[in-house]
């Protein structure tokens, strides 16, 4: 497709059980990034992968997430056992690559962001 | 620590009437920085990026600027549809952070006629 395609859009799910999101990047971007946007906060990192290999994962915020991206394409943010803070709406975002130029070059690396999972744990 | 801080929260212009919003921000190493746009219920769309201090990018009704402390987002003559959250976020220069974006709360603009 042309963009960033997350799904579900919407998932309500109850305290304890596990979740799983799923995002497609842009057709040919190597990197891709997870963020949560919760009501009244800014975007939070989460993490990122360049390839299948995710070199940042210091913004997950507990043992209980965890990421995972095979074939450099599709990545799955899991969630166990969620609670209610939780909820909140789950950001996939991808870029061309994560380049480590000057200038021009960086253009490389603008996040192009999908539309959202709007997570509620009941 | 590095900080984003967005000014106003919010901001109700009418039709016609230019504003700034501000966008400050404390990081080691900025790599970019980059003006997304968010309207209910969707994503960040992209809007402009920025790499050094004293460039300026433009784009329809709106105009951004860079310092080497703050950027701002210029809107000339808005219009209804440009009402929307507008959101900031700065690339830091350090290794294996490089891929995060670490954002600014927003601020939300509504434009009515």
């Known amino acids: 497709g042309a963009g960033v395609s997350q799904s579900p859009s919407n998932k309500v799910t109850e305290k304890g059980k596990d979740v799983e999101l799923r995002c497609d990047p842009i057709s040919g971007h190597t990197a891709l990034y997870w963020y949560r946007q919760s009501l009244g906060q800014g975007l939070e990192f989460l993490i990122y992968f360049q390839g299948n290999s995710a070199p940042d994962k210091s913004g997950l915020p507990s043992d209980r997430f965890s990421a995972e991206r095979t074939g450099g394409s599709v990545s799955t943010l899991t969630i166990q056992r969620t609670q209610q803070e939780d909820s909140a709406v789950y950001l996939c975002?991808?870029?061309?690559?994560?380049?480590?130029?000057?200038?021009?070059?960086?253009?490389?690396?603008?996040?192009?962001f999908g539309a959202g999972t709007r997570l509620s744990v009941l | 620590e590095d900080q984003v801080t967005q000014s106003p929260e919010a901001l109700r212009l009418q039709e016609g009437e230019s504003s700034s919003l501000n966008c400050s921000y404390t990081v080691s190493g900025l790599r970019g920085l980059f003006w997304y746009r968010q309207d209910p219920g969707k994503g960040p769309e992209f809007l402009f990026t920025?790499?050094?201090a004293g460039e300026e990018k433009e784009k329809e009704r709106l105009k951004a600027t860079l310092t080497k402390k703050e950027s701002f987002l210029h809107i000339t003559a808005p219009k209804p549809e440009d009402s929307a959250t507008y959101l900031c976020a700065v690339q830091a220069d350090r290794g294996s952070t490089l891929g995060r974006l670490y954002f600014g709360r927003g601020t939300q603009l509504t434009v009515w006629p």
């Open positions: 920025l790499y050094s």
């Open positions: 975002a991808s870029s061309l690559e994560l380049a480590y130029g000057t200038g021009r070059t960086l253009a490389k690396n603008i996040q192009y």
